[in-house]
């Protein structure tokens, strides 16, 4: 359980967020890979709220494309490497980044997973957003299209990081200083697509933001 949900945060795919706030420092008629080095240098933590989806292709028979899972939650990080995903509906998880160990903690289960944060990380696309990587280690970056006022572009994998990642395409795209749209897509043409809204950014954040103890009782699991 612990695999699939970590998979899934770590193949975000963010879409438009009229309500996020941009970056005092940014621009929004720069280039989108212009926006997006800018994002990773000056916003050094954000939180929000997003929408998840995940979608497949339609299958022989059908008329169109099926929803796969839907869910809402919380999201906070600090770079280099911290960050919170709090699912609350349809079930209450979060996966918590505290930059050595991921815990996955699950409610309805009583359940707290644990395991070393390592440097599988260091290619995700939670380090895409949350992380302190350097982009162009791990990615070419391509100018897409104009899509509606969002600008996008495209992080094509470099050599030996294909075979690290459980997606063949991942999409940026770029609105006033903010990542609002990430597309990530699968080799069997799944996507998940998250919407984050309600975006404030360089906030202040507590000591306990990245902590996190379970309640007497729970279950540990630790994952080497």
Do not use: C
Request: charged share 20%; net charge positive.
């Amino acid at each position: 359980m612990f695999k699939l949900f970590l998979v899934s945060l770590l193949s975000l795919i963010v879409v438009a967020a009229p309500q996020a706030q941009t970056p005092s420092t940014q621009k929004p008629n720069l280039d989108a890979i212009t926006q997006f080095k800018s994002f990773l240098v000056n916003v050094k933590n954000a939180e929000g709220d997003f929408a998840q989806q995940q979608i497949r292709p339609a299958k022989q028979g059908e008329a169109q494309a099926k929803d796969l899972r839907k869910s809402q939650g919380y999201f906070v990080f600090q770079r280099p490497g911290q960050f919170v995903w709090e699912t609350k509906k349809p079930f209450e998880q979060k996966v918590i980044a505290d930059g050595n160990q991921l815990l996955l903690w699950d409610k309805d289960l009583n359940q707290l997973t644990s395991r070393p944060a390592g440097q599988g990380l260091a290619a995700s696309p939670a380090a895409i957003l949350f992380g302190n990587t350097s982009i162009d280690d791990h990615f070419d970056l391509i100018l897409g299209e104009d899509r509606g006022g969002v600008l996008w572009l495209e992080l094509k994998p470099k050599g030996g990081e294909k075979r690290d990642m459980p997606y063949s395409r991942i999409g940026v795209g770029m609105k006033d200083g903010l990542p609002v749209g990430l597309e990530l897509h699968d080799n069997l043409g799944t996507v998940v697509l998250i919407n984050l809204s309600k975006i404030k950014t360089n906030i202040t954040l507590g000591p306990q933001t990245f902590k996190f103890s379970p309640p007497t009782g729970a279950e540990v699991f630790k994952v080497k």
